[in-house]
C-alpha cells in the first residue's frame, strides 16, 4: 500500500513510492516518454511515464487522458530543480478516475466574460491560485493583527433595520412582514463593541447597490472594521498603519511565490515603511493643482485624483481632515478648524487607491443630536446610537479596510473582481 | 505623566502608579473609603480611594460618579488575591470624564425584551463578555484548525441567484432589475473550491427566513464549511471529530474563566475525546424506542429527539446514513442500501441538538442528473454544479457547523440569542 500525498508535501518522500490524488492539469510527449503535468490544489508536479517502465495499456491511457480529468498517479519522487515546484515523479502507476470532457478553458486567451461564466472552472488555474492564496494570507493577516492585539471580535449584524442615509445604494429585503436592509458598514455597532470591550474589530462581507461599473466596485465586499476606545484621529493613523504594514510584510513573506507567479513587481512592496506620509486635504489638494488637475476644493476626490495623489509617494498615503460636510454624520470636527472633519482615508500606492477609510467619532450627545438633525435624519432611527454617548461616552475612533481592495493592491491587478472567488457586480450574479 | 495601562495588563505594573481608563462598574462605600470597581473592556480592577489620600473634592467625586460613567483612575498596583482578578488600585487620582444618566440596566433581574432592547449596553455585562469571549475563541479555533491543516479560505458569495429549493426559507432582494437570494449555505460553491484547491473552507453569514421561534433558530447565524476532494464519509466524519475535538480543547484551555464566570459545568466538556460514537439512523431509531418515544421511522429527527439520542452518550454523537428521501439531492446514495444517504448530522451532548451536518456527495454526473430531475428542480440552474462532474469528478465530502449552537453548546446556555452580538430572530431586528 503506498501512501497518498499531497503535492505540497513531496518533498519530504523523496526517494520513496507515492500517489499523487489530482487533475491533469497539462501534458506532452517527446516519444517513448510523457509529461504529465499534475495538479492537486496544493501544487503542481511533473510525472514522468517512461514507455519501458509501465504496461503499453498504461502508457496508451497517457494519450488518452484530457485535462482536467481526475487521475491517479503512483511514482518516486526525485528532486528535479528544473521542474515546477522542483520534485518529480518518475511513473510506475497511471489510472484515470474520470475523463474529462473537452475543458472549455483551453491556454488560449479567453474574453473576462467565458472566463467569469466558467469561475467555477477557471478558479482551478495557477494564476487564480496565487491570488486567492493572497486573499486567504491577507484575511488571516488582518485577523491576527487584531487578535494579537488584545481586539475582541464582535461580528456586525448584516440585517440592519433603517435605511437612515436613503435606500439608493442599499439592498432591501422583506423581513417577516417589515423591511430589512444589507449592511453597509459595521461601524455603529462597533462603536457599542468598543464602549464595552475597548477594542473590538468585525470581519464579514458588506454591500453596495451602486450601478458602478468601475474597476474598484462589487457589490458584495468584504470589509474589517477596527473601533477603540479612548482612541482620537492620530491614534487611529497610528493603527492603521501599523495594520497596514503587518499585512504587507506576512504577504511578502508567506505569499512572494504567489506574487511572483502574478508577475507583481515586489520592489514598491518592499519600500513600504513606517511612518506613512499624513497629509491633510488641503495638502492633497495643493499636489492636484501642482499637478495641473482640474478639481473644485471642497469636493471628493475621485478615483483619478486619488491616483495623481498617491503617485506622489511610495508609501500609503494618509489624507487626513476632508471638509466636514462632505463626510458622514458621526464624524467628529476638527476643533481646529469646525468646516474640517477628523477622518482619514489611506490611499494605496500606484494608483490603487483608497483601501481605508475612517476616522474619530463625534462623541458630544449634544453635537451629535444636531448633526443628526442637519443631515435630516429620523433621531429615533439613532437612539439607541446616541445611547452610547448617554452612558459613559469616550472619544473614540476606527476604520474599515476594503479586503479586496487590498488584495489587488497587493497582487497588483487592474480590475477587482479576481480578488475575490465568486465575484458580484451590478451584472454579474453567475454562477 | 503616568502610563496608560489595560486592566489585562495590570500584572506587569505591579507597584507602580498607572492610569486606567474605563467605566465604572459598581461602588461600594465604607466611610473613609471608596471602593470603585472599573472595567476598561479588558477587565475589572477594584480601586480603592482613602479618604486622606485624596482631596476632599476628589473623594466628593466618587460619591457623584454614576455605573457606566466614563473614568480616569490613577493609582498604585498591588496584587490583591481577594479581589476581581488578583490586583487591586490604590488610587491617587479620580476623574470622571462623563457623568452617565442613570444606567437603565441595574444589577437586577430584567425581562428578555428588555435586555435584547438594550443589547448595545448588555454587551458592556461581564456575563456578555464571558460568552462572547469564547465565540471569539471559537471562531479562531476553527479558523487556525482549517489553516494549520492546509485548507484555503474560499469565501462563498452570499448573493445567489436562484430560488432551487422554493423561496419559503430564502431572503431575497431586488437585483439591479433581477432577483438574488441570500445564501442559505455556501456548499456548493465549495464543491467547486475543492476541485481546485483540494481542500477549501468557507466562514461568514447564512440565512434562513424561518418562521420558527425556537431557541435554536436564528434568522442571521455564521457558519463554518469544509470541503475536501478525495474524502468519503468516513474521512468526513473523522474530520468532524477532529474538527470538534479541536475546538473544545482550545476552549478549555483559554477560556476557562470565562466558562466558569458562566457557571458552565466543566466536566460534561472536559470527558469529551475521540473516537466520537458513530452510529446509523437506524441505531438512533433503536435509542428512541428504547426510551418509548413515538417517532416516526423515515422521518428526520426533531429537536426532542435529538435530545434523547445525545443523551445517550458522552461525546457528541455522529448519526449517519438517514433515509435518502429526506436528505438534499447531493448526498451520495448508500451503495450498500441505496434508501440511505451517506450523511451524517453531529449531535452535541447534554441536549443541545445537531451542531454539524455534511457528508459525501454524489460525483456521478447521470446519477445527478437523476436526482435533480426526481426532485423537480431546474437543471440549468445546476449547470455550472454539474461541469464539476463533467471536468475531473472524484469522491468528495464535505460539512458545516453553525458557530452559534456550538457556542450555546460550550457555554451552557439555554437559547442561542446570546452568542452573537446583535442577534436576528423573527422579530427582532434591533438595535
Redesign the interface.
Known amino acids: 500500500m503506498v501512501d497518498?500525498v499531497?503535492i505540497?508535501d513531496v518533498s519530504q518522500h523523496v526517494g520513496k513510492e507515492i500517489q499523487i490524488?489530482?487533475?491533469?492539469y497539462n501534458k506532452r510527449s517527446s516519444g517513448k516518454l510523457w509529461f504529465l503535468l499534475v495538479r492537486?490544489?496544493?501544487g503542481l508536479i511533473q510525472s514522468v511515464v517512461f514507455k519501458g517502465s509501465v504496461s503499453e495499456e498504461m502508457f496508451q491511457t497517457c494519450e488518452d487522458v484530457t485535462q482536467?480529468?481526475?487521475v491517479v498517479v503512483t511514482g518516486t519522487v526525485s528532486e528535479d530543480k528544473r521542474s515546477v515546484g522542483g520534485y518529480e515523479l518518475q511513473v510506475s502507476g497511471f489510472e484515470i478516475?474520470?475523463l474529462?470532457?473537452e475543458?472549455p478553458i483551453a491556454p488560449k486567451e479567453h474574453g473576462t466574460t467565458f472566463l467569469m461564466d466558467?469561475r467555477?472552472?477557471w478558479?482551478?488555474s495557477s494564476r487564480?491560485?496565487a491570488i486567492?492564496?493572497v486573499?486567504?494570507e491577507v484575511?488571516?493577516a488582518c485577523?491576527d493583527f487584531f487578535?494579537e492585539n488584545?481586539f475582541?471580535?464582535?461580528?456586525?449584524?448584516?440585517?440592519?433595520?433603517n435605511a437612515c442615509e436613503g435606500t439608493t445604494t442599499l439592498?432591501?429585503?422583506?423581513?417577516?412582514g417589515?423591511r430589512?436592509y444589507?449592511t453597509q458598514s459595521g461601524q455603529l455597532?462597533m462603536e457599542?463593541?468598543?464602549?464595552?470591550?475597548?477594542?473590538v474589530y468585525c470581519f464579514?462581507?458588506t454591500?453596495r447597490?451602486e450601478?458602478s461599473k468601475t474597476r474598484r466596485h462589487l457589490?458584495?465586499f468584504?470589509m474589517i472594521e477596527p473601533e477603540v476606545?479612548?482612541l482620537d484621529l492620530d491614534g487611529d493613523m497610528d493603527l492603521a498603519e501599523d495594520f497596514v504594514s503587518f499585512i504587507v510584510k506576512r504577504v511578502l513573506k508567506n505569499r512572494r511565490a504567489e506574487l511572483e507567479k502574478l508577475e507583481r513587481n515586489l520592489e514598491p512592496l518592499e519600500k513600504i515603511g513606517k511612518p506613512f506620509p499624513r497629509i491633510s486635504y488641503d495638502e492633497a489638494v495643493e499636489i492636484l493643482k501642482k499637478n495641473n488637475i482640474d478639481f473644485e476644493y471642497g469636493s471628493d476626490f475621485g478615483g483619478a485624483d486619488e491616483t495623481v495623489i498617491s503617485q506622489a509617494f511610495d508609501s500609503p498615503v494618509m489624507v487626513h481632515r476632508y471638509p466636514a460636510q462632505i463626510k458622514a454624520f458621526y464624524m467628529k470636527d476638527d476643533p481646529g478648524d469646525s468646516s474640517k472633519a477628523l477622518c482619514v482615508d489611506m490611499l494605496a500606492p500606484e494608483g490603487y487607491g483608497e483601501i481605508i477609510g475612517g476616522g474619530q467619532r463625534e462623541d458630544d450627545l449634544a453635537v451629535l443630536e444636531g448633526k443628526i438633525k442637519a443631515h435630516d435624519l429620523p433621531t429615533e432611527a439613532f437612539d439607541?446610537?446616541l445611547?452610547?454617548?448617554?452612558?459613559?461616552?469616550?472619544p473614540h475612533a476606527g476604520f474599515g479596510m476594503g479586503i479586496e481592495r487590498t488584495v489587488a493592491w497587493l497582487c497588483g491587478l487592474s480590475h477587482i473582481r479576481e480578488t475575490?472567488?465568486?465575484p458580484?457586480l451590478?451584472?454579474r450574479?453567475?454562477?
Chains 1, 2 share one sequence.
Do not use: C
Open positions: 497518498s499531497y505540497s490524488r489530482g487533475w491533469l492537486d490544489g496544493t482536467e480529468s481526475s478516475l474520470a474529462a470532457e475543458y466558467h467555477h472552472l478558479l482551478r487564480q491560485h486567492l492564496r486573499r486567504h484575511i488571516k485577523r487578535d488584545g475582541t471580535l464582535i461580528d456586525a449584524p448584516i440585517f440592519t433595520p439592498f432591501e429585503t422583506e423581513y417577516f417589515s430589512a444589507l455597532y457599542a463593541g468598543a464602549m464595552a470591550f475597548g477594542k464579514g462581507p454591500f447597490a450601478k457589490t458584495e468584504w476606545a479612548f439607541w446610537y445611547d452610547l454617548r448617554r452612558y459613559g461616552t469616550v475575490i472567488p465568486f458580484r451590478m451584472h450574479l453567475n454562477p
